[in-house]
């Protein structure tokens, strides 16, 4: 077998969220119950400034680009999150 298709293979079954770090994996899993930045922050008493670089770099590393639309793309990364 060629090593670019083992590759590709072995990166399709790979969990997305893989990724994100502990903090982002986190952010996400209180995303996916449905929590607002503002509940989050204070979730995990971490600033609004966090919340939201972290869901940048949520969005960014699950590849979920700005033009899909704000809603849209937290609506994908929580998909993202209940699929893995």
């Known amino acids: ?4 298709v083992g590759r590709a ?3 399709r079954h790979e969990n997305p969220l893989d990724v994100l770090t502990p ?6 899993g209180l995303m ?3 929590m607002s930045n503002t509940a989050i922050h204070r979730q995990l008493m ?3 400034g966090a919340v939201e670089k972290h869901i940048r770099s949520i969005f960014a590393k699950l590849h979920l ?5 704000q ?3 937290r ?3 929580v998909l993202t999150y209940l699929r893995s």
């Open 1 to 4: 077998m060629d090593r670019e």
């Open 9 to 11: 293979r072995t990166r």
């Open 23 to 28: 903090r982002e994996r986190e952010v996400l």
């Open 32 to 34: 996916a119950e449905g």
């Open 46 to 48: 971490i600033s609004h």
């Open 65 to 69: 680009n700005a033009h899909d639309g």
């Open 71 to 73: 809603r849209h793309r």
């Open 75 to 77: 609506v994908l990364a």
